[in-house]
């Protein structure tokens, strides 16, 4: 039965590809790469497509078609968090997190942590999968880690 959905790219090479469903968390192994339009899957990337699997025994995936296809990138930014992530950040507690919406596209998530962890945690949150997966699902191309090691206020900005 194939199925439609947000796709994180999150390994690729010239034989194959593994997708990570943004809706339910279920990795997929296509069986081939590259895409129907003939160009390769990258890992990192999202995608929007319809995958189904591969007969006859239906263990491997393939990529019948891609809606869109975006780069996403995270980084790290030199700035500190904006006066209000620094405000959400002083009314919560370590290890509190709160999201927003973004005007317009995207979210902002600020995380509170020990002033000593913070950089910690802004690695582990660049380093970590699951915020790829939350660009993907979102439909941005960009976040951008922020942080306050004197408060220990971590903001992650997907934006458009």
Sequence with gaps: MAKHGTFLVTHADDDSAVLKDTADGQVHTLAT???????????????????????????????REIDDRRSLTVERSPEPPTTQEREIGADQEAGDLTRRDRAGVGEIHVLTVPPERTEAAVEDVVDDEATLVRAA???????????????GVVSVRYMP
């Design 137 to 151: 699902d979102l439909g941005v191309v960009r976040v951008e880690v922020r942080s306050d090691d004197e408060d």
């Design 33 to 63: 790469n590259p895409d129907p339009g003939g160009d390769e899957l990258v890992a990192g990337e999202a995608i929007e497509a319809t995958i189904a699997p591969e007969p006859p025994m239906e263990v491997a995936w393939e990529l």
